[in-house]
C-alpha cells in the first residue's frame, strides 16, 4: 500500500526548505452527505517532522485544515543527504510516517 | 435603379450566406478563425500557455497555480491511474491491449471519429469499451476511478500536440457541425452558451472564477478541482457546466457530448497536452 | 330587457355553483398534466430546464400536502418553463449560426 505522505526537502546554502503532500479526506465533521447525514469527523490532529533526533516541525491541525493537505516550511542544521522523518496522527487514532531523504 | 440594384445586391448577397452556412462545412478555416480571434484578443498570452486557462489570463491566478504545481493535488490520481492501468483484467489481458503504443503518450489523438461506428470515441468512452470488450463492468464516467485512469493517460502524453483528424467523411464532419453547434447553442433558464462565458467572456470574472478561454480548454483534462476537492472528467465538466446553467444535463458520453468534444479539442490542435490540471 | 337580466343572473349563479362542485384536484391533475406534457416536450428536444424539473416535483409535493392553490400556481408555473425552454430551442436552432466565429 502507498504511502499517504509525499515529501520533498531540498538542502540550501542556510536551510533546508520542505515541501509535504498528504494523502488525507480530512473531513471536518460539519459537512453533510446527499442523504443529508453528517459525515464524521476524520482528520489528522498532529504531524510531525523530525531530524536528528530532534523534532523540527509541529503542526497542530484539526477540521479546518482542507482534504489532501499540503505543508511548506524551512529549518536550519540539515545538509544533504540527511534522514527527515514524517509522521502524522489522526482522531481516529490512525497514523502514517515516512523517512526521505534531504536532496 | 440605384435602390433596385442594392435591393438585388443584397438578396443575392443574402443567398449565398445561407448556402455557405447550409452546404460546407470547412473546419480548417474555422480552425483559423477560432484561433486568431484568441490571439488576436489576447497577443500577450504564448500561444501554447493557452492550455493553462484561467492562470494565462491572470497574474495573480497563476502565481498560486505555480505554487501549487511544485505538489500538484492530482499527483495521488496519477499514482492510482498508474496502477489501474498495469493491473490486467479478470481474463489477463490489460488497458494496454485496447490502445496503440499500449496506451502511453497518445492522449493527443483523441477523440477521433471511428468510421466503423460512425460516432465519435472519446478517451473515457474507449476506456469503457476497453473495460466491456474483456468482460468488466464499466467505471461510472463522473467518479474518480475514471478519472484516475484519463489522468494517467494524459500524463504520459504531457507535451504532446493534439491531432485531432476530421476527414471528409460527411459524418465526421456533421459530428463536427452538431459540436459546433452545442457549443454555440444557448441553453438552461441562464441562457447562456459555452460560447457565452469561454469565447465572449474570456479572462473575466464570473463570481470569484476566472473564465478560461475556449481555445485549449480540453488540453488540461482531466482536472483537479479545488472547488470539488477531488478529480474531475471532461464528462463530469460538461454535466456541471449544464446544470449550472439551470440546463438538464444529458448523460455522460451522450452523443452531442461526444461531438462537442471532437469540435472543442480540433480547435486546439497543435497546442500541447497539459493534462492533468489544477484548476481552484 | 328584464327577461335577460334575470336570464344572465341565473347564468351567472348556475356557473358559480357549478365551478365550487369541480374538486380542486382535478383540476390540479389537468394542469400538471399539461406541464408535464409540455416538459417531456422540452426532453425530446434536449432542451429541459433543471427548474422545469423542480418546479414540477414542488408542485406534485404541494398538491399531495393538499395546498391546491400553491400546486396550481406551480403547475402553471412549470408549463410556463418548460415552453420557455421549447421556444429557446426552436430560436438557437438558428440563432447560433450568428455566435460562430469565422
Known amino acids: 500500500m502507498a504511502s499517504t505522505i509525499r515529501v520533498r526537502a531540498v538542502a540550501g546554502a542556510d536551510t533546508t526548505e520542505v515541501q509535504s503532500l498528504i494523502q488525507h479526506p480530512m473531513d471536518s465533521g460539519f459537512v453533510k452527505d446527499s442523504a443529508g447525514q453528517l459525515i464524521p469527523p476524520h482528520h489528522i ?38 534522514d527527515l522523518k514524517v509522521s502524522w496522527v489522526d482522531n481516529k487514532g490512525a497514523s502514517d510516517s515516512l523517512v526521505a531523504k534531504i536532496q | 435603379m440605384l435602390r433596385k440594384l442594392l435591393l438585388v445586391g443584397a438578396l443575392a448577397l443574402g443567398a449565398a450566406h445561407s448556402a455557405l452556412a447550409a452546404d460546407k462545412v470547412d473546419p480548417k478555416a474555422e480552425f483559423k478563425a477560432f484561433r486568431d480571434y484568441f490571439v488576436g484578443r489576447f497577443p500577450k498570452v504564448p500561444l501554447d500557455d493557452f492550455v493553462n486557462g484561467p492562470y494565462s489570463m491572470d497574474a495573480g491566478l497563476r502565481k498560486q497555480w505555480k505554487a501549487i504545481e511544485e505538489f500538484p493535488p492530482y499527483d495521488f490520481a496519477v499514482d492510482k491511474g498508474k496502477e ?13 491491449d485496447c490502445f496503440p503504443d499500449k496506451g502511453v503518450g497518445i492522449r493527443q489523438n483523441y477523440p477521433y471519429f471511428d468510421a466503423k461506428s460512425g460516432q ?24 474518480d476511478d475514471m478519472a484516475a485512469l484519463t489522468a494517467y493517460m ?3 502524453s504531457r507535451g504532446k500536440r493534439f491531432d485531432i483528424k476530421i476527414s471528409d467523411d460527411p459524418r465526421a464532419l456533421a459530428a463536427y457541425r452538431k459540436g459546433e453547434e ?14 457565452s462565458c469561454h469565447v465572449q467572456s474570456a479572462g473575466n470574472h464570473i463570481r470569484t ?38 440546463a438538464a444535463p444529458l448523460k455522460p458520453q451522450d452523443e452531442l457530448y461526444r461531438d462537442v468534444e471532437y469540435f472543442l479539442t480540433y480547435m486546439g490542435n497543435g497546442l500541447p497536452v497539459s493534462g492533468p490540471g489544477a484548476r481552484p | ?82 415552453e420557455a425552454s421549447i421556444a429557446q430551442a426552436k430560436q438557437q436552432a438558428t440563432a447560433w449560426q450568428d455566435a460562430v466565429i469565422r
Not at chain 2, 131 to 142: F, H, Q, S, T
Not at chain 3, 60 to 82: I, P, V
Open chain 1, 45 to 82: 490532529e498532529v504531524v510531525q517532522f523530525e531530524h536528528g533526533g530532534k523534532t523540527v516541525f509541529t503542526a497542530l491541525w484539526g477540521p479546518a485544515v482542507s482534504k489532501d493537505p499540503y505543508l511548506k516550511f524551512s529549518f536550519k542544521g540539515a545538509k544533504k543527504g540527511d
Open chain 2, 84 to 96: 489501474m492501468f498495469a493491473k490486467p483484467f479478470a481474463n489477463g489481458k490489460t488497458y494496454g
Open chain 2, 120 to 143: 465519435v470515441i472519446t478517451l473515457e468512452l474507449a476506456l469503457n469499451q476497453c473495460r466491456e470488450a474483456n468482460g468488466e463492468k464499466p467505471l461510472d464516467y463522473v467518479k
Open chain 2, 154 to 156: 494524459a500524463f504520459t
Open chain 2, 182 to 195: 452545442y457549443f454555440y447553442t444557448r441553453r438552461g433558464q441562464l441562457n447562456f452558451s459555452c460560447a
Open chain 2, 209 to 246: 472564477e476566472v473564465l478560461a478561454p475556449a481555445l485549449g480548454i480540453m488540453a488540461a483534462m482531466p482536472i483537479y478541482r479545488s472547488e470539488w476537492g477531488s478529480m474531475g472528467t471532461i464528462s463530469r465538466r460538461l454535466v456541471t457546466c449544464n446544470s449550472q446553467v439551470r
Open chain 3, 1 to 82: 330587457m328584464r327577461f335577460a337580466l334575470s336570464l344572465g343572473l341565473a347564468a351567472l349563479a348556475a356557473g358559480l355553483t357549478f365551478s365550487a362542485l369541480a374538486a380542486p384536484a382535478d383540476d390540479f391533475k389537468a394542469a400538471y398534466a399539461k406541464a408535464e406534457a409540455a416538459s417531456k416536450q422540452a426532453v425530446a428536444l434536449k432542451t429541459q430546464w433543471t427548474t422545469t424539473v423542480a418546479t414540477l416535483k414542488s408542485a406534485q409535493a404541494a398538491a399531495s400536502a393538499g395546498k391546491y392553490d400553491d400546486a396550481m400556481a406551480l403547475a402553471k408555473e412549470a408549463q410556463a418553463l418548460a
